[in-house]
């Protein structure tokens, strides 16, 4: 049986498009600008000792990371200094202080125009379309150097990245985009070290080479605890012990029980809660509760985050060893709870001795229920609107849940939700 004509242009049209897919259609570029192997970073002076503190960025990206946290190792490492406090608490003795912001702009041009998407259409089928896509990063950092209270200098920098790849699956596209990012990064945090090291060329500093003490054990945790500046505790205020342990919550019940017991405030189940805690701004970040014996951080993360990155957030704090201390978790949903307040301060129910940025905070509550509709449902406190919730996760609605409803989420949707993570740490 013959080919008609027009069957023969076909076929050697498809021939075609499956010769040009595999003579090479997979590729990848990465361009950097300023390249960070253009730029010198031998220290020409010893700056001693030095204190990174952060600003709230104005743009974030969150495969990026945390840049005042590169930015304070790669200074570490760099021998500028003799010694790089990050996070820097209040009684660090430091030479200069760098109050560093980092902004991170994310531009995909995935190329538009008409031809190109009819073009991509007609090859679909193939294993991968023989087409660029440019991604775009802008880098920023500005750091305000400070010489005791003193603003003395700023150092500003901006770096350009860009990736541009044919169609990779999607793990080899993000093992892509995290080297193109921690190039750019490298870049970003040579050109600050440049203006940095220029500066320090200027002065006359004469080390704080007074060792920070380290806490390392939980005596030392406990002393350091006892020392910190604290109101007398009234004599009628009772001790209460909170779980500490993320348990299955097999119903709401237990959570109500809970509330009611201790008294705490819940605008859906205890409008009159009244539990206020003890609290005492230790002034280094955290914040004590006498009566619950717990220690929180006074802000909390500055992005809200899904739920794996909550506790990669709380892995990080641990290994920063947050105010002394490395035995940071996520709260339960107890502990979370103690929180809430009747009255209002700044907008949430929350003490005011506590940031008002985090108003809906992760618990570490992930509740296995039995039904086979339901998987891993997790619960949360909003300050803002002062309740426990408990996220459903369920494959259909779940039972008594509308899908409209905030609190409902479809299998796997509920750890990708964004919330805060206000940490806690039990006292010993």
């Given at each position: 049986?013959?080919?008609?004509k ?8 498809l ?24 730029l ?28 005042v ?7 570490d ?79 500003k ?18 093992k ?46 406990k ?84 739920y ?31 929180l ?20 809906d905070?992760?618990?570490?509550n ?30 259909t ?32």
């Amino acid at each position: 049986m013959k080919m008609r004509k027009s069957e023969k242009i076909v076929v050697v049209l498809l021939s075609s498009l499956l010769l040009f897919s595999a003579a090479g259609c997979t590729g990848t570029q990465i361009m950097i600008t300023p390249s960070p192997e253009s730029l010198q970073t031998s220290a020409s002076k010893n700056c001693g000792i030095a204190g990174v503190k952060e600003r709230p960025a104005d743009k974030v990206y969150g495969p990026a990371g945390y840049l005042v946290q590169g930015f304070a190792d790669f200074l570490d490492r760099s021998k500028l200094f003799d010694k790089v406090y990050y996070p820097l608490r209040p009684d660090d003795k430091v030479d200069l202080t760098l109050d560093s912001k980092f902004d991170v702009l994310f531009e995909p041009n995935m190329g538009g125009n008409l031809g190109k998407a009819f073009a991509i259409g007609i090859t679909l089928f193939l294993l991968e379309p023989a087409f660029w896509f440019d991604y775009d990063y802008t880098l920023s950092g500005d750091v305000d150097i400070y010489k005791g209270d003193t603003k003395t200098s700023v150092a500003k920098a901006t770096t350009n990245a860009s990736m541009s790849i044919k169609f990779l699956s999607f793990a080899e596209t993000v093992k892509l985009e995290s080297e193109t990012l921690q190039k750019g990064k490298e870049s970003l945090y040579k050109q600050i070290f440049v203006e940095v090291d220029r500066y320090c060329k200027s002065l006359k500093l004469g080390s704080l080479a007074e060792k920070r003490p380290e806490i390392t054990t939980q005596k030392e945790q406990k002393k350091a605890v006892a020392q910190a500046p604290k109101r007398d505790i009234q004599p009628d205020l009772k001790k209460i012990t909170l779980s500490s342990t993320p348990f299955v919550l097999v119903s709401e019940n237990r959570m109500k029980n809970v509330i009611v017991k201790y008294d705490f405030y819940d605008s859906m189940i205890n409008e009159s809660g009244s539990f206020q805690g003890e609290l005492v701004d230790n002034g280094n970040g955290t914040v004590t509760d006498n009566v619950t014996d717990l220690m929180w951080q006074k802000d909390g993360s500055r992005d809200n985050m899904n739920y794996s990155y909550a506790q990669d957030y709380i892995n990080k704090i641990n290994r920063e060893k947050f105010a002394g201390y490395y035995d940071w978790r996520l709260p339960t949903i107890e502990e979370l709870a103690s929180l809430l307040r009747k009255k209002k301060s700044s907008g949430l129910r929350i003490d005011p001795v506590f940031s008002s940025r985090q108003f809906d905070c992760w618990s570490s509550n992930i509740v296995n229920t039995i039904s086979s509709q339901s998987v891993n449902d997790i619960w949360r406190v909003s300050f803002e609107t002062g309740d426990v919730k408990l996220m459903r996760s369920c494959v259909t609605p779940c039972p008594g849940q509308k899908s409209s409803e905030s609190n409902w989420a479809i299998s796997g949707d509920v750890f990708n939700k964004q919330y805060f993570v206000r940490a806690v740490r039990t006292l010993q």
